[in-house]
């Protein structure tokens, strides 16, 4: 893959067993937050894996829309947009009524000094769309952070850990986990909490983070010396799929690669095929966010694109100097302070 164009139809492929699971999904779909990094190709793969199985349902996208090249693009693929701000109660009232909706709004980024918005993003909205859509079936986006830094020789924390959250970011995530609990189990809605770590884009995640450093001679730290890594179109595959899993009381879900990668490990990867010795600081802790995504792989298989595949990719993209989002993961935060 060189181009934008052609990362775009990758990540948009669905496999047979998508094709087979949206054809039989009763009602449209609705995506609220298409607009952040993973929602365009989620909204895509849904609406292309439709078309292949001859099925005619809506695909709606609903984002503020600040980037209006985007929104014509999706449209242009035939999937309708709304532009909205749903923390404006009327404009959350106004759109329709939806049998199946995948829940990606959130805010991480900027949440030292704006607390206060973060929890609203991530624990205030999630009561009203849920109010609003009690009678749909909803997969809810979270993330890994809601479970502590685990010992490394554990392998990550499955869904029967504990949560225990660190920083405010994480703590409103598991906020959001819990109000969505509650309407889920007052209004019988089916829901599944979808606990993703680290989807990788060629234009952003770890993998892009660990080959630009390595090219550029950056220090790399190695504190969080391990991550979970998973290709997005893998990722929102098993988000739309996961919508006939969803059950009131809510199901949890872990969702990543099977891999715990070390971090070092990567930067040296990527050093040799740039001809470039990495710089590292720091050295590994005992402990980092894992997660343990083997109930998702004995529900929906295995990842259809492989580690070695990301990484071959991911260097070939930033040799030839490809778009990036320059928005990091900060995978190696260990305080939770984003």
């Known amino acids: 893959m060189r181009t934008v164009d052609e990362l775009e139809e990758k990540l948009a492929e669905p496999s047979p067993s998508l094709v087979t699971d949206l054809s039989r999904l009763e009602g449209d779909l609705m995506i609220l937050g298409v607009g952040g990094k993973m929602g365009p190709s989620l909204a895509k793969l849904a609406k292309n894996a439709l078309d292949q199985a001859g099925v005619h349902k809506r695909v709606i996208g609903v984002s503020r829309f600040s980037n209006k090249d985007l929104q014509h693009q999706l449209e242009a693929r035939g999937i309708e947009t709304i532009s909205a701000d749903l923390l404006d109660e009327a404009q959350l009232r106004n759109l329709p009524e939806v049998k199946n909706i995948i829940y990606m709004i959130g805010q991480k980024f900027g949440t030292s000094g704006r607390e206060y918005f973060t929890w609203a993003m991530n624990?205030?909205?999630?009561?009203?769309?849920?109010?609003?859509?009690?009678?749909?079936?909803?997969?809810?986006?979270?993330?890994?952070?809601?479970?502590?830094?685990?010992?490394?020789?554990?392998?990550?924390a499955s869904e029967e850990q504990p949560?225990?959250?660190v920083g405010e970011y994480a703590?409103?995530?598991?906020?959001?986990?819990?109000?969505?609990?509650?309407?889920?189990?007052?209004?019988?809605?089916?829901?599944?909490?979808?606990?993703?770590?680290?989807?990788?884009?060629?234009?952003?995640?770890?993998?892009?983070?660990?080959?630009?450093?390595?090219?550029?001679?950056?220090?790399?730290?190695?504190?969080?010396?391990?991550?979970n890594v998973i290709w997005q179109g893998d990722a929102n595959e098993?988000?739309?799929?996961?919508?006939?899993?969803?059950?009131?009381?809510?199901?949890?879900?872990?969702?990543?690669?099977?891999?715990?990668?070390?971090?070092?490990?990567?930067?040296?990867?990527?050093?040799?095929?740039?001809?470039?010795?990495?710089?590292?600081?720091?050295?590994?802790?005992?402990?980092?966010l894992l997660n343990n995504a083997s109930q998702a792989h004995q529900i929906f298989g295995y990842p259809k694109v492989s580690l070695r595949r990301m990484m071959e990719w991911t260097a070939a993209w930033v040799e030839s100097d490809g778009d990036t989002f320059d928005k990091p993961t900060h995978f190696q935060e260990r305080a939770g302070r984003f």
């Open 123 to 156: 624990t205030y909205l999630p009561a009203r769309v849920a109010e609003r859509f009690r009678n749909s079936r909803i997969v809810a986006f979270s993330t890994g952070n809601v479970y502590p830094l685990t010992p490394v020789v554990t392998g990550g």
């Open 163 to 165: 949560v225990e959250p």
């Open 171 to 227: 703590q409103s995530c598991l906020g959001r986990e819990r109000i969505l609990e509650y309407f889920s189990r007052k209004y019988e809605i089916p829901l599944l909490q979808f606990r993703l770590n680290y989807a990788i884009d060629l234009r952003y995640g770890v993998l892009c983070e660990i080959a630009r450093a390595v090219r550029e001679q950056k220090p790399i730290d190695l504190r969080m010396g391990q991550a």
């Open 238 to 288: 098993m988000a739309l799929r996961g919508l006939k899993f969803c059950a009131t009381p809510p199901r949890i879900l872990n969702v990543t690669g099977p891999e715990t990668v070390s971090i070092r490990w990567l930067a040296q990867r990527f050093g040799e095929f740039f001809g470039i010795e990495p710089v590292f600081i720091h050295e590994e802790q005992t402990t980092a």
